[in-house]
Structure formats: structure tokens, C-alpha cells
């Protein structure tokens, strides 16, 4: 039975995460360096130490994020893991895209940070402070939150960013718009409709800047064939041609992140075991409620690598 390795996406970054594995791996501490030599800043500093408001803007957590995952990974490599050997698949949550593309190979270190900064920093520019929004909604049917947006949206931007799985999905678009859905949603029966403290309506059509902005810079950095394939955000289909995976990338701005799907996919296809690498446990969390069939494993300290490479062996 086959393994596959998810990586975590913004909501999963926390003041000290992989400050254990840079401690206990030099491989590990190096990606730290990498990082801060990509960005020309102490990028490090701002993860171990905070202010926590800092490093939640999209423009530090989307690398930040990364960087922990590669650390983990490195942590992995040290302790005897073959990525190519142990694992099938890779995938990640949004942002975490990249850094399952880091794992794979595809982009160096370097270039999966910076790329990672016009990221945040485009979704950021893409839609002035306060127009934009995004909405939690617990306990619906996709049917049923689709025909709130599209209710909601009357001409602007009203649409499901995240599928999560486990009834859970994310609206984003006009502030207005977002705003009627989710009362929309809970008038249809949702459990909760929560209004997020997101700085930017992330996965929907407002921002297409941002995704003019992710092919121009994709276009200009190295990319290699991934080691193993990459099941892409907005396709839900193993990937391993650099060029149709940067194209996804780019959808994937503007696009839905299907990650209910994603696990569905890996069930169907043979995965036993999902591994979460890097920060926190969000998707463990989601997998188990998508498919109790599947087992989770989280890697995220170097006790955890440690039992990661003993199970593989």
C-alpha cells in the first residue's frame, strides 16, 4: 500500500515551529539559512521568536510555512528516508503546493521562498483592504453553499475557494457578497457560518492580479521534473510535467482548492498512509474526517521523523 506526503497551508504557522528540527538537524537548520539568504532577511528570526501578527501576513507565512516542511523533510533525509523510494505521491494545501514541489525536487529551496513572497505579496495587492472577504461554512451540502454564492454574488465575486472535506468549505469574494452567502447558508441549515480574519479573498476570481503575477514569475525560475508526481489543487490528477504543474500553480490562484478530493483520489488509488509534513496537524485532521480508512501520520519534530523513517524502513 502506497504513502503519500500532503504539506500544510496558511492557518498552520506558529511562533517556534521547526525551531526543534533546526536544533537537532543541521540539514534542517540549513533550509532556515537558505531561506533567509533567498529573502535577504531573518526570515528564521521571525519564526522562532514573533511578534505572531508578523508572521501571520500572507507575505511571511506563505515561505515561512515552506521553510518548515523542507526542514522536516531534510530531517527525514537525514534520518535514512529515500523520498523517491518510500513515497508516491505528494500534494499540498494551497501554499503547500509548493512545498511539495520543494520536496520533489522541482524547485530548489531558494527559489519555492521567492516565489512564495511574490505570492503573498500579490494576493495581498490584488484587492484593496476591506473589499474583499472569506467565510467558514460548517455542515452544508456543496449544493446547497454553491447556490447561496451564486445567490449572493448578483454580478460580483461569490464562490467556494476551499472544499475541505467533512462538510467544510471556504467562500471568498466581495465582502458584501460573501457576507449575504453566509447568511444565506445558515438560513439553508448550516451548522456555523464563520467570517474569517483573512487580509485578502484568496481562491477566487478577485484575484486574478495575483495570478498574472504568479505566471510571469514562474516563468522565470528553473524547474525540474518532480521525483515523485504532485497531485495538483485544481486538477485532482498526478502531475510530473513541470510545465502543466506551473500552469496548475496559476489556476490555482484564482481556483478551488479540492482538497476533499485530493483524499478521496489518494484512497482510490492505493494510499494507505498520509504523512503531514511540516507545521501543525490541520490536515491530519481533515484526512480522518474525509476517509477513516486512510492512516495519518504528522512530522513536525524530530521524534516524529525518527517513528516516520522507522514505519517506512
Same mark, same amino acid.
Given at each position: 500500500?502506497?504513502?503519500?506526503?500532503?504539506?500544510?497551508?496558511?492557518?498552520?504557522?506558529?511562533?517556534?515551529?521547526?525551531?526543534?528540527?533546526?536544533?537537532?538537524?543541521?540539514?534542517?537548520?540549513?533550509?532556515?539559512?537558505?531561506?533567509?539568504?533567498?529573502?535577504?532577511?531573518?526570515?528564521?528570526?521571525?519564526?522562532?521568536?514573533?511578534?505572531?501578527?508578523?508572521?501571520?501576513?500572507?507575505?511571511?507565512?506563505?515561505?515561512?510555512?515552506?521553510?518548515?516542511?523542507?526542514?522536516?523533510?531534510?530531517?527525514?533525509?537525514?534520518?535514512?528516508?529515500?523520498?523517491?523510494?518510500?513515497? +508516491?505521491?505528494?500534494?499540498?494545501?494551497?501554499?503547500?503546493?509548493?512545498?511539495?514541489?520543494?520536496?520533489?525536487?522541482?524547485?530548489?529551496?531558494?527559489?519555492?521562498?521567492?516565489?512564495?513572497?511574490?505570492?503573498?505579496?500579490?494576493?495581498?495587492?490584488?484587492?484593496?483592504?476591506?473589499?474583499?472577504?472569506?467565510?467558514?461554512?460548517?455542515?452544508?451540502?456543496?449544493?446547497?453553499?454553491?447556490?447561496?454564492?451564486?445567490?449572493?454574488?448578483?454580478?460580483?465575486?461569490?464562490?467556494?475557494?476551499?472544499?475541505?472535506?467533512?462538510?467544510?468549505?471556504?467562500?471568498?469574494?466581495?465582502?458584501?457578497?460573501?457576507?449575504?452567502?453566509?447568511?444565506?447558508?445558515?438560513?439553508?441549515?448550516?451548522?456555523?457560518?464563520?467570517?474569517?480574519?483573512?487580509?485578502?479573498?484568496?481562491?477566487?476570481?478577485?484575484?486574478?492580479?495575483?495570478?498574472?503575477?504568479?505566471?510571469?514569475?514562474?516563468?522565470?525560475?528553473?524547474?525540474?521534473?518532480?521525483?515523485?508526481?504532485?497531485?495538483?489543487?485544481?486538477?485532482?490528477?498526478?502531475?510530473?510535467?513541470?510545465?502543466?504543474?506551473?500552469?496548475?500553480?496559476?489556476?490555482?490562484?484564482?481556483?478551488?482548492?479540492?482538497?476533499?478530493?485530493?483524499?478521496?483520489?489518494?484512497?482510490?488509488?492505493?494510499? +494507505?498512509?498520509?504523512?503531514?509534513?511540516?507545521?501543525?496537524?490541520?490536515?491530519?485532521?481533515?484526512?480522518?474526517?474525509?476517509?477513516?480508512?486512510?492512516?495519518?501520520?504528522?512530522?513536525?519534530?524530530?521524534?516524529?521523523?525518527?517513528?516516520?523513517?522507522?514505519?517506512?524502513?
Amino acid at each position: 500500500m502506497a504513502v503519500a506526503f500532503t504539506f500544510p497551508g496558511q492557518g498552520s504557522q506558529a511562533i517556534g515551529m521547526g525551531k526543534d528540527l533546526a536544533d537537532a538537524f543541521p540539514q534542517a537548520r540549513a533550509v532556515f539559512e537558505e531561506v533567509d539568504d533567498a529573502l535577504g532577511e531573518k526570515l528564521s528570526r521571525l519564526i522562532w521568536e514573533g511578534p505572531e501578527d508578523v508572521l501571520t501576513l500572507t507575505a511571511n507565512a506563505q515561505p515561512a510555512l515552506m521553510a518548515v516542511s523542507m526542514a522536516a523533510i531534510r530531517a527525514l533525509e537525514a534520518s535514512g528516508l529515500v523520498l523517491k523510494d518510500k513515497v +508516491a505521491y505528494v500534494a499540498g494545501h494551497s501554499l503547500g503546493e509548493y512545498s511539495a514541489l520543494a520536496a520533489a525536487g522541482m524547485f530548489s529551496i531558494a527559489d519555492a521562498a521567492r516565489l512564495l513572497r511574490i505570492r503573498g505579496d500579490a494576493m495581498q495587492a490584488a484587492v484593496p483592504v476591506g473589499e474583499g472577504a472569506m467565510a467558514a461554512i460548517i455542515g452544508l451540502e456543496q449544493a446547497d453553499v454553491e447556490a447561496a454564492c451564486e445567490e449572493a454574488a448578483q454580478g460580483s465575486v461569490c464562490q467556494i475557494a476551499n472544499d475541505n472535506g467533512g462538510g467544510q468549505f471556504v467562500i471568498s469574494g466581495s465582502k458584501a457578497a460573501v457576507e449575504l452567502a453566509a447568511r444565506l447558508c445558515t438560513e439553508k441549515g448550516a451548522k456555523r457560518a464563520l467570517m474569517l480574519q483573512v487580509s485578502a479573498p484568496f481562491h477566487s476570481a478577485l484575484m486574478a492580479p495575483a495570478a498574472e503575477a504568479m505566471r510571469e514569475a514562474l516563468a522565470g525560475v528553473k524547474k525540474n521534473v518532480p521525483l515523485v508526481p504532485v497531485v495538483s489543487n485544481v486538477a485532482v490528477t498526478p502531475l510530473s510535467d513541470p510545465d502543466e504543474i506551473a500552469a496548475r500553480l496559476v489556476e490555482q490562484v484564482t481556483g478551488r482548492v479540492r482538497w476533499r478530493e485530493t483524499v478521496e483520489w489518494f484512497g482510490a488509488n492505493g494510499v +494507505a498512509t498520509l504523512y503531514e509534513v511540516g507545521a501543525g496537524k490541520v490536515l491530519s485532521g481533515l484526512a480522518r474526517r474525509i476517509n477513516k480508512e486512510i492512516a495519518t501520520a504528522a512530522v513536525n519534530s524530530p521524534a516524529d521523523a525518527d517513528a516516520a523513517v522507522a514505519a517506512l524502513a
